[in-house]
C-alpha cells in the first residue's frame, strides 16, 4: 500500500494543525500497518485528539491513538459481517415496516401534558455548585472577574503578538474601509424559511417513527422530483427489478452496516413511491469520479441485470436552488460592512472573556453596520463548565454575558444578530434550536438586536446570509467518501453538497451528539433559497470560498484553546452585472482576522 507523507501533511493542513516529520513517518508506518489511506487516518486521529482533548500532536498522542483507537479496531469483531463501531441506522424501508407495527401502540401512546413536557434547564444545586446572589447592575459594562470564579486571565491569550492580522482575503479588499456607519444606515433585517418563527415551546423527544420516515421520504422526492425536471429523465425504474437494458434509479445513499461509508458499503435507498423503501448494493467500480455520503439523494444510472446488485455508470449532480431577487421592501443600499463571529468567547483556561471584551473594542472601533455573532456563548465543553466549578447559574452567567455585548456596543450603533449553538450550556441541545429569549432587553436596544434561530437564512438589505453555528464541514468531512481523476478540494465538494442538496444538515443518520427534531428539521432547516453569503463556523481551518455563485466563510472561532482566534469581516455592495458577465456577488471583499 503506498502512502505520501506529503498527502497527509495536506490532510493535517486543513485541520490547521501542525506535524513534525518524525511524527509523519510515523504517521505514515501507522497507515501501512493498519491499511488506512492518508485522508481517513487524519480523521481518525483527529476526531481521537477532539474526543480526548489532546490540542497538540506529540510522539505521546500518537502512542495513544495506536493503543486506544487503531489496535483496538482490530480485536473487534463485526457484528453480521459490518463494521465495528455501531451506530443504529433507521432505514427508509425499516420505517415503512414497523408503521403498521408500531400504528397500535402509537395510537394508545398519550403525550406528557404540556406542564410535564416544561422543565427549566438550569445549572445543578449545591453542592454541585455554588450559587449567589446576583448584585449586577443591566446599567453598567461588567468586568471580567464577573463572569469565573477566579479573575486570573489566561497568559498566552494576553501574550499573543499577532492582534489584528489578516490571515486570509477574498475578493477587491484594495481601497476598501472595513469601517461601517454603525446605526447611521438604512438597515432592514428578515428572516426567510418558515411561516413562523421557531419558538422555544416547540416539543422535543416525542417523535414518532412514522414521521421521520415522511420527512426523509419527502426530501428524496422533492429532491428526485426537482433532478427528473433539470435533466429530462423520463422515469425512474424501481431498484429491486432487473432490467437488461441501462435504468436510472432515486434513492438515498446509506451504509450497509452500522459503521463508516466506504465505497464497499454503499447502498441506495429507493424512495417510497417507486420503491417503497427497498435497499440495494452499489458497484462503485465503473465510476470516474464520485462524492457520497450517507444521507444524499442522488438519481444514479447504470446495470440492474438481477436486481440484487446495481453497477452505478453515472451519477447526477445537485441542482441548486435560485438566488433570492431582491424587491423594493428590501430597501437600497451603496455599502454595508458585516462583522461575523464565532464562539467560544474564553480561553479553555479561563473564563474572563477577555476575547469577548477585545471583540466588542474591535465594533467600537469599527462600527460595522451588522455583527452577526454565533454561539456558543458559555460553551458546553469548557473545562470549569464540565466540572462544575462557576459560581453563579449558567443561565445567570449567559444573561451577563449578552447584557455586557449589548450595552459594550451601543455606543457603535450596531446592529446585533445573536444565533445560538447546541453547545449553549443553558439551552437544550436539539436541532434546529429556537432563538435566545432576554425578557431584559431595554427598549431603546429592541431595534438593532435581533435573535435567530439556528440554522437561519437571515435578508440583510436582500442580500441573504445563511446561517449555521453547528460545524456542519466536520461532520460531513469524517463520513463523505470521494474519488477524483485531478486534484480534488474537499471543502468545496462538501460546501457544494450542502447547496445542491437544499438542506443546512443533509447528513442522516447525524452525528451522535446531535439530537434533532425530524418534524421541525422539515420546516426550519432547509434552504429556501441559495444564500448568497454562507456563514459555516466549523474547528477546521478558516476559509473563504466562491461555491457556485456563493461566498462561503469560515471565519474560524474567537479563542482556540488558550490563544487568539479569529473573526470574519465581510464588505457588501451590489453590483450591476455587465452585459454578458452574468450575476455578480454582492459580497464584494471578505477578510479573516485575528483577534
Known amino acids: 500500500m503506498s502512502v505520501s507523507a506529503q ?13 513534525e516529520e518524525a511524527l509523519t513517518e510515523k504517521l505514515v ?36 491513538f495506536e493503543h486506544e483507537c487503531l489496535s483496538k479496531k482490530l480485536s473487534r469483531v463485526p457484528r453480521d459481517g459490518g463494521h465495528a463501531g455501531a451506530r443504529d441506522i433507521v432505514s427508509i424501508q425499516e420505517l415503512i415496516e414497523v ?10 401512546y398519550t403525550t406528557p401534558s404540556k406542564g410535564s413536557q416544561k422543565r427549566a434547564i438550569t445549572t445543578p444545586e449545591t453542592p454541585l455548585t455554588k450559587r449567589t446572589v446576583s448584585t449586577w447592575s443591566p446599567h453598567q459594562l461588567l468586568s471580567p472577574s464577573s463572569f469565573s470564579p477566579s479573575a486570573t486571565p489566561s497568559q498566552k491569550y494576553n501574550s499573543r503578538n499577532n492582534r489584528g492580522e489578516v490571515v486570509t482575503s477574498f475578493g477587491s479588499t484594495q481601497g476598501v474601509s472595513w469601517s461601517g456607519r454603525g446605526g447611521a444606515g438604512n438597515i432592514s433585517l428578515k428572516v426567510l424559511g418558515g411561516p413562523e418563527s421557531l419558538t422555544g415551546s416547540y416539543k422535543s423527544m416525542f417523535q414518532k417513527l412514522p414521521d421521520i420516515r415522511d420527512v426523509l421520504t419527502c426530501k428524496i422526492e422533492e429532491l428526485g422530483s426537482e433532478l427528473k425536471e433539470h435533466y429530462k429523465i423520463e422515469a425512474f425504474t424501481p431498484v429491486l427489478v432487473p432490467a437488461q437494458e441501462p435504468v436510472t434509479l432515486l434513492g438515498q445513499i446509506g451504509c450497509d452496516t452500522n459503521g463508516k461509508l466506504n465505497s464497499k458499503s454503499v447502498i441506495l435507498e429507493g424512495d417510497r413511491e417507486h420503491s417503497s423503501g427497498a435497499q440495494i448494493p452499489v458497484n462503485l467500480s465503473e465510476l470516474k469520479e464520485y462524492s457520497l455520503f450517507p444521507g444524499q439523494v442522488v438519481v444514479m444510472e447504470g446495470i440492474n441485470t438481477t436486481g440484487r446488485r446495481f453497477i452505478a455508470t453515472k451519477v447526477y449532480e445537485g441542482v441548486p436552488l435560485p438566488f433570492y431577487q431582491p424587491t423594493k421592501e428590501d ?16 480561553t479553555s483556561d479561563s473564563i474572563t472573556y477577555d476575547p469577548l471584551l477585545d471583540l466588542i473594542a474591535t465594533i467600537n472601533r469599527d462600527q460595522p453596520d451588522v455583527c452577526i455573532l454565533f454561539g456558543p456563548f458559555l460553551d458546553a465543553k469548557h473545562e470549569q463548565v464540565e466540572n462544575c466549578l462557576l459560581t453563579s447559574p449558567f443561565e445567570d452567567i449567559f444573561k451577563q454575558c449578552l447584557r455586557t455585548i449589548i450595552e459594550g456596543t451601543r455606543s457603535s450603533g450596531s446592529h446585533l444578530v445573536f444565533v445560538p449553538s447546541v453547545r449553549d450550556v443553558h439551552r437544550e441541545p436539539v436541532y434546529p434550536q429556537p432563538p435566545f429569549s432576554y425578557s431584559d432587553l431595554p427598549r431603546d436596544d429592541r431595534k438593532r438586536v435581533q435573535f435567530v434561530s439556528e440554522p437561519c437564512s437571515l435578508s440583510v438589505n436582500g442580500v441573504i446570509f445563511g446561517l449555521t453555528s453547528t460545524d456542519l464541514l466536520f461532520h460531513m468531512g469524517a463520513e463523505e467518501i470521494s474519488s477524483a481523476s485531478g486534484t480534488s478540494d474537499r471543502l468545496s465538494r462538501i460546501l457544494k453538497h450542502i447547496l445542491t442538496q437544499r438542506s443546512y444538515y443533509p447528513l442522516y443518520p447525524p452525528q451522535e451528539d446531535m439530537a434533532i427534531d425530524y418534524e421541525n428539521f422539515y420546516t426550519y432547516a432547509q434552504l429556501p433559497v441559495t444564500p448568497d453569503v454562507f456563514i459555516i463556523p466549523s474547528e ?5 470560498k466562491d461555491v457556485l455563485g456563493c461566498v462561503c466563510v469560515n471565519p474560524g472561532r ?27 456577488s454582492p459580497c464584494a471583499a471578505v477578510q479573516v482576522v485575528r483577534i
Request: aromatic letters at 8%.
Open 7 to 19: 498527502r497527509l501533511l495536506e490532510e493535517l493542513q486543513i485541520f490547521d494543525v501542525d506535524c
Open 29 to 64: 508506518e501507522l497507515c501501512i500497518l493498519y491499511g488506512q489511506n492518508e485522508e481517513g487516518m487524519v480523521a481518525e486521529l483527529i476526531a481521537f485528539c477532539t474526543r480526548t482533548g489532546k490540542v497538540c500532536l506529540t510522539s505521546e498522542t500518537l502512542n495513544s
Open 99 to 108: 408503521e403498521e407495527e408500531e400504528e397500535s401502540l402509537l395510537n394508545s
Open 331 to 346: 430597501g437600497d443600499f451603496e455599502q454595508h460592512v458585516v462583522l461575523v463571529a464565532c464562539g467560544p468567547y474564553t
Open 540 to 544: 477546521l481551518k478558516y476559509f473563504v
Open 558 to 584: 474567537l479563542t482556540k484553546g488558550q490563544v487568539g482566534g479569529t473573526f470574519g469581516r465581510l464588505f457588501l455592495r451590489r453590483q450591476q452585472a455587465a452585459g454578458g458577465e452574468g450575476r455578480r
